[in-house]
């Protein structure tokens, strides 16, 4: 043992430091590296964050660190600052950010996968007989037919998006339609452009383009169906051809199977796709590729971000928007926010796509820090559809339909078009409720309301995950329970009665909760001519229907009244992105918003049709309120087993606060606008800066503070900087 050798480890544990161990024989692992050691009474898998010789430490103390469990770093210098940056900014333990950096089955200390051996790739032969196939196996030919070079398996199965198993090949090898080729060493070609791109996609290409290998962040921003996508591929196509990775981000895999196609279509086998759906295994396998650098490009979810990709180029964030960035527990880190950072580490440009940017983003386009890359029109030249309002205090709705809705959707499905109805309630009813006595279907565990789910017969609490057989007869005074108020599956019943015979599917949630139902969903929904889909926000996700020809809004009062800081915002975003669903390939279509208040300024804003002048009144009040992204925010939570335990630790942390507080206001404590969840009780306090600076100042502080004289254990604390929602 070198007596003087000592490395720093990070261990996945609530606390803000790194603890020393000292090294066996052999070289010192560097940082990045795996280690085993032991902490406390147990065996820990920690990640050295430092190595060397520090003076002035009290060596009889240190213990030896028991094994190094990788031969060489597997997250690399630039993760590593990045993952210390997030620990800085977000006030987040640095253990706890770093480990839950890694692949599961790599927090738990198993070892790195040993890479596949060359899978074979297959092709249609030259000479290919053609004898009867059935619909899967023409999809199969089709899909090689399509790409410019041999496939292996798993880029098949992207491309065709069938889940395919080798045998099936090999039956289609033995039949003499396709063969298997020994993997060519070098990648395949990368595919031309699909499309002549429009000066405006050309000036954003271009843009990007001059800029790699530099710190440069773009917004593009274009309304649905104005080619951003395009725009992605030829850039991603631009930083490939140089020998360069390429970083994508998406709010949710699973509900953009149309966009992996695309991407596959384009750089057939050079991606990896990596999303938490998948098996830790094969998530590990698929990290590990894009971190060796054999994959060109990398697809992901907000946890991709931090992948180690050696020769990243270009990092692509789509729907930058989406609030599904935000991460909501633990490390409550921002994947748009830390992809801009972790381009200005690396220095790379980073690009953030949206039809509907979050006034963040726009606002810093305005001062200057990205560059602004609007998309005009249309390629098709289509227009969005125009966005009108129907007053449900005149047309009174029945199970959340009025007649001028009705109307519109017959005369759509009259034309053989398909009409979207949009309501972001999942379930059947809200609530199960008592006429007689006024008794209702409370969650034991929370303040919310059990849901009714018809098809399971269940209540069910969307917050903690509660359920109950359904009940017929009031426990309370025995007389029996009516549903109130309205969810998706309640409105596929009365979409039903209205359109017998129509073809009818609905997408949320709970249609999709198995492997595989997502894809007949929309294979369904593709099928049809006239029909109708019925769907929570999902619907108004990026999937491109050619034909969808009227775009119905149930129920957007809630958002237009909400105190979250964000409701407004993201009403006239998930607005507009359903809207986007309508006109696609020549008629725009139309879209129907049902409002008690179609004289708000924000239902007149989106008649505008001009998504920056419906912005900008959203602006001037942030800006009159010091709300972001004109000032700072963070949140503090406080949770505790009693109401009494809760308000009284919160007490003492706002107090805390205040001691530091410079020019930020601390408002609070108060029991969150959820008190009670999972028979846990909730308070808060706010934090409003007018700086950055000062707010990490406070935080750091009183964060000190708390530190040292820890709270009990059985009340939590967490804080959550630039919070999305304050609820
Ligand atoms: P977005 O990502 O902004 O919704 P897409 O890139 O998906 O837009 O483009 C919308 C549709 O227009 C797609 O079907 C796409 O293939 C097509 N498209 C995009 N750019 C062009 C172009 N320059 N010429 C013709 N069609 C295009
Ligand atoms: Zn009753
Ligand atoms: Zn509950």
């Not at 398909?418 to 379930?427: A, H």
Request: glycine share 8%; net charge positive.
């Amino acid at each position: 043992m070198h007596p003087e050798a000592l490395v720093r480890v990070a261990v996945d544990r609530p606390l803000d430091q790194l603890f020393d161990y000292a090294c066996p024989d052999g070289p010192l692992p560097a940082a990045g590296q795996r280690v085993r050691v032991t902490f406390g009474r147990s065996e820990q898998t920690g990640l050295v964050l430092e190595s060397g010789q520090p003076p002035g430490i009290d060596r009889s103390r240190i213990r030896p660190l028991d094994t190094i469990l990788d031969p060489e770093p597997i997250l690399s210098g630039p993760i590593l600052e990045l993952l210390r940056f997030a620990s800085r900014y977000y006030h987040h333990p640095i253990g706890e950010t770093v480990l839950n950096a890694l692949p599961p089955a790599l927090r738990k200390g198993l070892p790195l996968p040993v890479p596949a051996p060359a899978e074979p790739r297959w092709r249609v032969r030259p000479d290919a007989t053609h004898p009867r196939l059935g619909p899967r196996q023409q999809a199969i030919v089709q899909g090689l037919e399509a790409s410019r070079t041999a496939l292996a398996l798993d880029a098949l199965a992207d491309l065709t998006g069938l889940a395919l198993r080798r045998n099936e090949l090999q039956r289609l090898a033995d039949h003499g339609v396709i063969e298997a080729i020994a993997d060519e060493a070098a990648t395949p070609p990368p595919g031309g452009p699909s499309v002549a791109l429009t000066p405006d996609q050309r000036r954003a290409v271009t843009a990007i383009g001059q800029e790699l290998g530099n710190r440069a962040v773009f917004l593009l921003d274009g309304v649905t169906g104005s080619g951003k996508t395009e725009v992605y591929l030829e850039a991603a196509a631009a930083a490939i051809a140089r020998g360069l990775q390429v970083l994508i981000l998406v709010p949710e895999i699973a509900l953009t199977p149309q966009l992996v196609r695309r991407i596959s279509r384009r750089f057939p086998g050079q991606i990896a796709a990596l999303h938490s759906g998948l098996p830790a295994g094969e998530r590990l396998r698929v990290w590990d590729t894009a971190r060796r650098g054999d994959r060109n490009l990398l697809l992901g979810t907000r946890s991709a971000l931090f992948t180690p990709l050696p020769r990243l180029g270009l990092v692509i964030v789509d729907e930058e928007h989406d609030p599904a960035y935000k991460q909501q527990d633990g490390l409550r880190y921002h994947a748009r926010d830390l992809a801009v950072m972790r381009g200005h580490i690396e220095s790379v440009p980073v690009v953030l796509g949206s039809a509907t940017p979050t006034l963040e983003s726009l606002e810093k386009t305005r001062d200057g820090h990205y560059r602004h890359l609007p998309l005009g029109t249309r390629p098709d030249g289509s227009l969005p559809p125009p966005v009108r309002c129907v007053d449900t205090r005149v047309h009174r709705t029945d199970e959340g339909l009025s007649s001028p809705l009705l109307d519109a959707m017959r005369s759509t499905l009259n034309d053989g078009r398909q009409c979207f109805v949009l309501l972001n309630r999942r379930g059947f009813a809200r609530v199960l409720a008592c006429e007689h006595c006024g008794w209702v279907s409370d969650c034991p565990h929370c303040d919310a309301r059990l849901t009714v789910h018809a098809a399971a017969r269940r209540s069910i609490c969307h917050l903690c995950g509660y359920s109950q057989p359904l009940a017929e007869h009031c426990p309370a005074c025995g007389q029996e329970l009516s549903q109130q108020g309205l969810g998706t599956q309640r409105l596929e019943r009365a979409l039903s009665r209205h359109f017998p015979g129509i073809p009818l599917v609905r997408l949320d949630r709970d249609s999709i909760r198995r492997r595989g139902e997502l894809e007949n969903c929309l294979d369904a929904i593709r099928a049809m001519d006239a029909g109708i889909v019925v769907g929570t926000q999902m619907l108004a996700k990026g999937h491109d229907f050619p034909r969808v020809g009227l775009v119905g809004v149930i129920d957007v009062d809630q958002g237009l009244f909400s105190v979250d800081l964000r409701a407004a915002e993201q009403t006239l975003q998930l607005v507009l992105q359903a809207a986007g669903r309508a006109g696609r390939g020549g008629d725009p279509g139309v879209v129907l918003v049902q409002t008690g208040h179609p004289g708000h300024p924000l239902m007149q804003a989106v008649q505008s049709g001009d998504y920056a002048s419906m912005v900008a009144p959203l602006l001037a009040e942030r800006r009159a309120a010091g709300m972001p992204p004109f000032g700072f925010l963070a949140l503090v939570r406080i949770d505790g087993p009693t109401p009494e335990a809760s308000a009284r630790q919160a007490e003492d942390i706002a107090r805390q606060l205040r001691r530091h507080a410079q020019g930020v206001r601390v408002l609070g404590p108060a029991p969150a606008p959820r008190h009670r969840v999972n028979r846990r009780f909730r308070e808060q306090i706010l934090l409003a800066s007018p700086t950055r600076k000062a707010l990490h100042h406070t935080l750091a502080q009183a964060r000190d503070g708390w530190q040292h004289q820890p709270p009990p254990r059985h009340l939590r604390i967490s804080i959550d900087v630039d919070p999305i929602t304050l609820a």
